[in-house]
């Protein structure tokens, strides 16, 4: 293992309750922090945290502020980002993967300190900034720096009130007036107004929108982008024939100001058309690269990936906040034990709370692997795609197949980091619902990641669907390798519990990996043959393609992201070469993560005849727990190399001191109001006779 500097990782307290666990750990968290995070990135998430802690516009508010104050500090904080000087110039001569790698790394940061502030950069200047380089040509690239600059505070805006996943039904216009050469944008009516739109409602001065491109001559060239100025950038005062408001109180990420719009015969210029992949001349004729409009359209929303994959980042990031939380709790919280008078254990001692908050961690760890991978191959294709001077190359098979891993692992993270949060919350017990713990603002704030960047269930269609073709095709088109196993479908297929376990013990990392290719070309098999029996029947393929969701294509794309995190976790490892307790930790987590899974899938493993009797159920739920036991004594340590630090972490039911009951009650005695009578006291004084109120 190559040698590592950890002296930029700050120390944790020493000698707090959690000294105990964390003694037992035969390994340096610090280094393990090396192993799990490449070091150029946690160099750049430490430089964010600090920058963020010594400034006092980031300091943590102690009440949830009203909502208007939250837009406004979010937006504060946003303006703020280039004093602190957090993106260095010298990354602009950096290459594409390697500059928006820096940028992501700033985002994480962010994203763990306040999702708000997260968002609202990623729409100001991340999203935005990748859809004018996807959809724009040279005459647009003002506008990046603009962005950069905050010369314009921008949005995207793509889904209406009436249409969001189906974004082919969007029905706003452009259509061209070659007379003015100008485009003219119109809002049908209000089911067709922009909404949902972050930093829209109350501060963006440009919106990129999407809209139907008409030409003079009446036809419709379907979707493309177009650069809207809505506001004044010097007062923010709306344009006329813009009607732009705020959609109102969210559950969560109150910091983002959404909004929604309509257009009245708003004139644009024809060079705000982002006409990359599609052209009006002065003269109002229409140019494409594609013979089919709904080609442009995806190519123009593939550029959304980026953010898909941001979005995957933060969720990671959100498993680790969750799990950190959850296991210092654990070792530091007490009740029960063997003797009615004797000491107390803690509860990570016992298996029932090891079995619900050791997955959480362990799928912290392989996520956060897996992720970083992921991340790396999206990078190099679209990497790739720029350098074609042909521009598109993005519906390739390269782009085909990683559409459909991102379009999986998106869903399955935010679905995991959603479900971690509330398992997370419930084994801190009351204190876990206490606005300091952290649990509940997580859980709204990150609620929205199954919905935004493409809804969970819609998305993971998409990869089903291109799995499916995989398995009905005469030839795999899969040059990233993700299905490369479907070579060996028809062995596969045959596999049992008991001839595996043979071939490639449990404790091999092929085991696990064996299960899920059987269960991926079963379920493959499974739902293409529903689909069949359908249409052989005379059922339309839409609805064909419906009634298969159920019965398999939605464990299927849940499925193959579990696969693609594993093998990528396991890929890793076995590059790294790491040294003997390291090795060991990440084969528990491993473990444990791997187990957990095959646990919630086991129906289907019956099912299709994988197993039969007791013995698969039973090994692998003996391996989780006994995974799950020797987790235990290193899961502070573990949990140490994945946290954010506390001022990110905002949670005072773990701190890394481990100083739970002082530090709940420096919470509870400095909460404001705490000891002030309300000025309401008077309401609920229920008048009382003379001789009574002596009482
Ligand atoms: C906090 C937040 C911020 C947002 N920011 C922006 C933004 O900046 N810009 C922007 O343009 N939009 C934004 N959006 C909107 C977001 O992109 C949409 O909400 C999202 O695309 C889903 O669309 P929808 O809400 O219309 O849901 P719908 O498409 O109506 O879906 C509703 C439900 O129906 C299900 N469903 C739909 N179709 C099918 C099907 N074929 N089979 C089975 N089930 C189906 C879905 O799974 C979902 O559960 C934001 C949303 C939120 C919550």
Known sequence: MEKMDTSFIPDLPTGGPLEVYRKRANFDWKRLRLILEKEQGLRIKYKVWRRLESDPLFAHPSRTPPMDQQKRLAAMQVNRMKQLQ??????????????????????QALASYSPSLSVKIALSVGLF??????????????????????????????????????????????????????????????????????????????????????????????????????????????????????????????????????????????????NRTGNVTPEGVYESVFTDPSQALGAALESFSAGRVGIMQEAANTLCSAAVIAVRYAAVRKQFGPERQGEEMPIIEYQLHQYRIFPILAAACVQKIAVEE??????????????????????????????????????????????????????????????????GQMRSDHDPLCTYEGDNNVLGQQASNWLLRQWNAKE???????????ERRHQLLQLHYAQLVQQSPMDTWEFALSCYEWLLCHLMSRTSAHIET???????????????????????????????????FVGHVRQLGVEQPYAEVLRLLYDVYAMWLLEQHMTMFYVGGFAVGGAFAGAVQERLLQSCAKLKDVAVSVADAIAPPDFALKSVIARADGLLYENLQNEFMTNEGAFQRPDWWRDVIIPQSQEKSKL
Not at 546 to 563: D, I, K, T
């Open 534 to 568: 359908q249409l052989s029947s005379g059922v339309h393929r839409f609805e064909a393609r419906n009634n298969a969701q159920v019965v398999g294509a939605r464990q299927l794309s849940l499925a193959f992201a579990e696969y693609m995190a594993l093998s990528g």
């Open 86 to 107: 957090l993106v260095p110039k010298e990354i602009e001569s950096l290459s594409f993967s390697a500059k928006t790698k820096y940028l992501m790394e700033i985002n």
């Open 129 to 274: 900034n990748n859809a004018i380089r996807a959809m724009g040509t040279e005459k647009h690239k003002k506008y990046i720096e603009a962005a950069w600059n905050r010369e314009v505070i921008t949005c995207l805006a793509v889904t209406e009130l009436s249409h969001g996943s189906n974004t082919k039904r969007i029905r706003t216009t452009a259509t061209y007036d070659p007379r003015m050469q100008e485009f003219v944008i119109n809002t049908p009516d209000f089911e067709a107004a922009k909404c949902w739109v972050g930093n829209m409602g109350k501060t963006a001065t440009i919106a990129m929108t999407f809209a139907n491109l008409i030409t003079a001559d009446g036809e419709n060239h379907g979707l493309h982008g177009f650069l809207i100025p809505i506001r004044d950038p010097k007062t923010l005062i709306s344009y006329p024939g813009v009607l732009v408001g705020d959609i109102g109180e969210k559950s969560g990420l109150n910091g983002i100001d959404n909004g929604f719009v309509v257009f009245t015969n708003y004139r644009i210029p024809l060079d705000n058309h982002l």
């Open 476 to 486: 795999l088109e899969t040059p990233i390798g993700s299905v490369k196993f479907l």
């Open 374 to 439: 992921l991340s790396n191959t999206y990078l190099a294709i679209i990497a790739g795609s720029q350098d074609d001077s042909n521009g598109f190359d993005v519906l390739s098979q390269k782009a085909a197949e990683i559409h459909a891993i991102i379009s999986a692992s998106k869903p399955r993270l935010t679905w995991s980091a959603r479900d971690a949060i509330q398992e997370a919350r419930e084994s801190c017990g009351g204190h876990g619902y206490l606005q300091a713990s952290r649990l």
